[in-house]
């Protein structure tokens, strides 16, 4: 594995003319380190999001509810799939990615340690949450390294639509009654802050945005992104007739000025210490458990079509030889 920047020909003219780092081409060892580090973290996170909305599908209100939630979070499966495939591309293995997840050792958005309580959480995590992942990941289509890139892509495309169902929830809800606007409301106010967590701790405490911004990972920094969301949102919120829990919000021309959230939540939550952390990880490792017998099934069918295939291949060639 190649090590500086220097020491690898062609990188940092890559990069200096807004190409793309392709899989076999030569990289420095930190780069490659640290996209296998996000794309996992992403990959990770696009699984684990599936459990607070999938546990509300057998409770969605109405059949064409449920219908659109089940396409939601199958979605989310999808883009682990890219996400893991794309790692996979930098030469580690889908099942030790598994492993470090499942043992603590790699990481998974904050966001989803907290619990969906009502049926407006389902509406607060796509408007906000996929709102935020938007944010976040339109810059990632343009990321240095061409199979993250890509993968991007699809995946806003598809966050776009989530964002549009998790707003047409809270839109109903906000014009129903009196209490389903307060649910609405209830919803926002637990999900502001952590939404605003998700981009990160603030660049000054940020140990990898600079780097990363150097090699064209990242795009822009979590704060700046983070004013992007709020910019985004707040509008979308006197549209939905709700009121954003921050005192502190006010417009100033261009932007709005707003609170920042209580960062040693977010170093709690992702050290562990959130109020879902361990029900979240405790399920996923069973689905993994219980998934064995279908690996299993997959490699024993893999191998046979193998054999049948080397077979196949010693028969013409012994017809060829007599
Ligand atoms: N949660 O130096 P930085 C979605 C960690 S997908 C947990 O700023 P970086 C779709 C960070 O890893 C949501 N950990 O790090 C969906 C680092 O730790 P390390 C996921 C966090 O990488 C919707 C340390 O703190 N999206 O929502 C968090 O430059 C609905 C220092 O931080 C992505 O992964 C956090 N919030 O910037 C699915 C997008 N923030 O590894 C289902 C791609 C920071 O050094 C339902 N990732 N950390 O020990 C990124 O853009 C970046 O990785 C950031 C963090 C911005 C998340």
């Not at 939404?195 to 911004?213: E, I, K, R, V, Y």
């Amino acid at each position: 594995m190649t090590g500086a920047i220097s020491e690898v020909p062609g990188f940092q003219a890559t990069l200096d003319a807004d190409g793309r780092i392709e899989p076999r081409d030569a990289m420095p060892a930190g780069y490659r380190k640290t996209l296998i580090r996000q794309i996992a973290q992403h990959a990770h996170s696009e699984i684990i999001g599936m459990q607070p909305e999938g546990n509300w599908i057998s409770r969605a209100p109405s059949l064409r509810r449920k219908a659109i939630l089940m396409a939601k979070v199958q979605d989310e499966a999808g883009h682990g799939l890219y996400l893991y495939a794309a790692a996979e591309t930098l030469g580690v293995d889908r099942a030790d990615l598994l492993d470090l997840l499942h043992t603590g050792r790699q990481k998974y958005s904050s966001i989803f340690n907290y619990p969906t309580l009502t049926w407006a959480d389902i509406g607060a995590i796509g408007w906000l949450v996929d709102g935020a992942a938007i944010v976040n990941q339109v810059p990632l289509c343009r990321c240095s390294y061409g199979p993250y890139a890509r993968a991007m892509v699809r995946v806003c495309k598809e966050e776009s639509f989530h964002q549009r169902q998790g707003f047409e929830i809270l839109y109903t809800l906000c014009n129903g009654t009196e209490a389903q606007k307060a649910m609405a409301q209830d919803a926002l106010d637990r999900w502001w802050w952590p939404s605003l967590m998700m981009f990160g701790p603030p660049d000054a405490d940020s140990p990898n945005t600079a780097q990363s911004m150097a090699w064209g990972i990242k795009r822009h920094s979590n704060d700046e992104l983070r004013q992007r969301f709020v910019d985004m949102t707040v509008p979308q919120a006197d549209i939905l007739g709700l009121r954003i829990p921050d005192d502190g919000l006010r417009n100033e021309g261009d932007h709005y000025v707003f609170t920042e959230p209580d960062f040693t939540e977010l170093y709690e939550v992702v050290k562990g210490n959130g109020p879902c952390n361990k029900e979240r990880l405790a399920h996923r490792v069973k689905a993994h458990e219980d998934g064995a017998w279908v690996r299993e099934a997959a490699a024993a069918y893999a191998e046979k079509q193998a054999q049948k295939q080397s077979d196949k291949k010693s028969d013409e060639q012994q017809g060829s030889a007599a």
